[in-house]
């Protein structure tokens, strides 16, 4: 039975050697472990809209070509990827934490509740979590990686299927709201966005408890 909290590898990422993406993930296979995901989300940051975690099985030695961090792809690679991902993966699961949940428990915590709903989504329980940056309370042995989704295939699978959910979101809540431009910045404090809080006030959609949200007075 293996032992349940983190691993550690002897090779820290750093360098100019760095292994390939499928590096942690050949590690945890030849230590026994079988059914091992990748977690990341998106949205910690905007004004508005849920965070969304991706959770991803990839399947034993099967390379997906062209899976990368979601933020150095583009949205056309992105979408294309995420349709790979779903066909090829041996599992995958999203979690969705809402605005209002985010302004009541926190973004930190919200991030952690996505991730858990996210496992609760896959069909099988994994034996082991490769996770970009946290930790999570779960009897399930896991490998927290700064920069995870540059460094792990499973984690940055993950991080594209977490975006294009996102993204498809957030261009549903642009038809509900389509003052704020939601399709364009997906919820993040950009100059424009910002002048459509100034001029129309928040919409449910908005963070209420970030910064720029509301004013003093509201």
């Avoid at 995958?92 to 809402?98: K, N, T």
Wanted: with cysteine; proline share 5%; hydrophobic share 35%.
């Amino acid at each position: 039975m293996k032992k349940h909290g983190q691993v550690s590898f002897t090779f820290d990422g750093e360098g100019a050697s760095a292994p390939s993406l499928y590096f942690f993930e050949g590690e945890l296979r030849s230590r026994g472990y079988l059914l091992i995901a990748g977690l990341d989300e998106v949205g910690r940051g905007p004004l508005a809209g849920p965070v969304v975690a991706g959770c991803v099985m990839l399947p034993p030695g099967h390379e997906i070509p062209g899976v990368n961090d979601s933020k150095k792809l583009s949205e056309a690679k992105r979408d294309r990827l995420c349709k790979v991902i779903c066909r090829e993966a041996q599992d995958y699961g999203v979690g969705i934490v809402e605005a209002d949940e985010i302004d009541r428990i926190n973004i930190l915590e919200a991030t952690k509740k996505a991730m858990l709903l996210a496992i609760e989504d896959l069909r099988y329980k994994p034996d082991h979590l490769l996770i970009d940056a946290l930790t999570l309370n779960l009897n399930i042995a896991q490998t927290p990686l700064i920069k995870g989704d540059s460094r792990s295939a499973s984690i940055a699978a993950a991080s594209i299927l977490a975006k294009v959910t996102r993204d498809r979101i957030m261009v549903g809540l642009s038809h509900r709201y389509p003052e704020y431009g939601f399709e364009r910045h997906k919820g993040y404090g950009c100059e424009s966005h910002m002048e459509a809080i100034r001029r129309h006030g928040p919409c449910p959609a908005h963070r209420r408890s970030f910064r720029g949200v509301v004013n003093k007075d509201g």
